[in-house]
């Protein structure tokens, strides 16, 4: 079955960038879609489709895909952007799966 | 405005059923597959459940032949029947909607969430 790896934790200073990764084999070739969850709350979409975002989403909030290795990237990060961010790919042996999750500390 | 609200959690023992159902408004809820994530405390999220437009529904192996999802369009409602329940079933169930295309499946509305505790 495919598999997400996500770093469990990602710190970064407020107005800095922060990266979160998610890795798989040729994670390029599938459509990576990605959420947030603040503590106590239900997740939100942020970015689907490797790069697009919702309507609402600010676009400091970003995303690439290529080889084994996707990415959301925040730019220029808040204390409110302090929250867990999943990964998500629909694979054809595991169905709709979710990377483990990324704690993002705004230090 | 687009809300999903979810219903029916609860405490039950090992081995009982518990019946889950989700209000959708705000959207055409007919015109969208739907699905069930559920979450442990502290951990990740797992996909447990999809209908289609169709009503096709789709299982993982760990819930499958224990779970049986539904949708009921004239109503817009989603049901998710858990029977056999385990203690690792205990978690928050969310209702979400489904977006995207054939390979490029996305959950893009999430309710709030139902707790399920799995506990003699």
């Known amino acids: 079955s495919y598999v997400l790896t996500q770093p469990p934790s990602v710190s970064v200073a407020p107005g800095k960038t922060a990266r979160i990764t998610c890795g798989g084999n040729n994670i390029g070739s599938k459509s990576v879609h990605w959420y947030q969850q603040k503590p106590g709350q239900a997740p939100v979409l942020v970015i689907y489709?490797?790069?697009d975002r919702p309507s609402g989403i600010p676009e400091r909030f970003s995303g690439s895909n290529s080889g084994n290795t996707a990415t959301l990237t925040i730019s220029r990060v808040e204390a409110g952007d302090e929250a867990d961010y999943y990964c998500q790919v629909w694979d054809s042996s595991s169905d709709h799966l979710f990377g483990g999750g990324t704690k993002l500390t705004v230090l | 405005e687009v809300q999903l609200v979810e219903s029916g959690g609860g405490l039950v023992q090992p081995g009982g059923s518990l019946r889950l159902s989700c209000a959708a408004s705000?959207?055409?809820?007919?015109?969208?597959?739907m699905h069930w994530v559920r979450q442990t405390t502290g951990k990740g999220l797992e996909w447990v459940s999809a209908i289609g437009t169709a009503g096709d529904t789709y299982y993982p192996g760990s819930v499958k032949g224990r779970f049986t999802i539904s949708r009921e369009n004239a109503k817009n409602s989603l049901y998710l029947q858990m029977n056999s329940l385990r203690a690792g079933d205990t978690a928050v169930y969310y209702c979400?909607?489904?977006?995207?295309?054939?390979?490029?499946?996305?959950?893009?509305?999430w309710g709030k969430g139902t707790t399920v505790t799995v506990s003699s």
């Open positions: 489709y490797d790069s």
């Open positions: 705000g959207f055409t809820f007919s015109s969208y597959d």
């Open positions: 979400a909607r489904g977006g995207g295309s054939y390979g490029s499946y996305y959950m893009d509305v």
